[in-house]
């Protein structure tokens, strides 16, 4: 299975670092039976290509009932399997790195800036599936063992200038209170008496922007990923430290790589395909949770489950599985538990179950990322009093 799953991947690289197209990639890992197979690929048949629906029910599943719609299986992480995509996902990054070297040591030059523009397309491309790795790290979903998880995502959000630990409370507060006005993490709605009237950059910034964030937090309610004093990260302030330390120790490398390699060489090797990396975090990030349609509750009316429900399920083509299925995305939410590989079978199985709940939208990501931003400068900033918003 492991070896069947490794070709599939890599005939997919090869042709992506030798044509500098990536192919459509359908299959992830061969499933365990028959039966589990004809409902992977009946995933996207399932529901309508779009899938829009503003107004839930008032009785909903509870967790327990949609969970007992999912196979058990999906809930158990394997380490080996999460260490294969680790492996595949730091090959990919050596080689497009490699491959770069050689080109600059024996082409000509144009030959070079045709092809440099690619490779950071590309390897921004292969990062954000490595911080999509450390995600799950963050979430337990990458094995059992805690110690195991925390050293993993240490060294995988570090190599991409991202504490960790710090990361991985945030974005903890983000899953406990999705969909809530009042309390979730980034890209929530601003009421009037906290909006500051300040502009907002084309894109939020894109890579730039996510930088920004880790730095600064998401305004009106900032969290600096920096900060270990802040009240976000109470009693882990150790555990903070240490990321925050290895991101120190990190760019350190990166300071030394520009002394040996020259400046240029940092910025084209690393610092663009960093920012293309941030740039996806923040195409699908905003994308996760905005669309028309979806609503956000004020706290007296968010419960989790339908706070959950507000998020939206994307067809990322050929990235899909190159940034490991984070567009699936309703199930994540719901048990984030789940590991990355497992996520598109019980999706299946959650959308036969309840097709009423589905949110899908196969619309092409760039044009839908910024008609969405567009209704969000025009449309984010609600009355104190509102009770649900939704994007029209």
Known sequence: MLCTDQR????????????CLVTLLRDDWPKTDQSENNISSSLGPVVKKKQRISTLPDELPSLVEIRRSLPKHCFEPSVARSLYYVVLNVFGVGLLYGGLIY??????????????????????????????????????????YTLLNDIAGNILHAFLMVPYYCWKLSHKNHHKNTGNIDKDEVFYPVRKKNDSGGRMLPGFGLGFGWYAY??????????????????????HSLD??????????????????????????LVSHYVIPALMFGTWVVIFTFLHHTEE??????DTKWDFVRGQLSSVDRDYGWAHYFIHTIGTHQIHHLFSKIPHY?????????RKAFPHLVRY????????????????????????????????
């Open 8 to 19: 599939k991947w890599s005939a997919g690289l090869w042709f992506l670092l030798k044509s």
């Open 103 to 144: 080109l600059e040591r024996l082409m000509p030059s144009y030959i070079v800036y045709a092809i440099t523009p690619l490779y950071w397309f590309f390897q921004g491309t292969l990062l954000a599936g490595i911080f999509v790795l450390g995600h799950d790290c963050g979430h337990g979903s990458f094995s059992k």
């Open 214 to 235: 880790i730095i600064r937090g998401y305004s009106p309610r900032q969290v600096c990923h920096l900060n270990i004093f802040h009240k976000m990260y109470a009693n």
């Open 240 to 265: 903070c430290a240490i990321s925050i330390a290895l991101v120190t120790v990190w760019g350190m490398a990166l300071a030394f790589y520009a002394q040996t390699m020259g400046l240029w060489a």
């Open 293 to 298: 349609d979806v609503p956000w509750y004020s």
């Open 342 to 350: 497992h996520l598109d079978e019980a999706t299946a199985h959650f």
């Open 361 to 392: 939208d196969d619309s092409p990501i760039l044009p839908s990322f910024i008609r969405m931003f567009k209704k969000y400068l025009r449309q984010s900033v609600i009355s104190d009093e509102a009770d649900i918003h939704i994007y029209q």
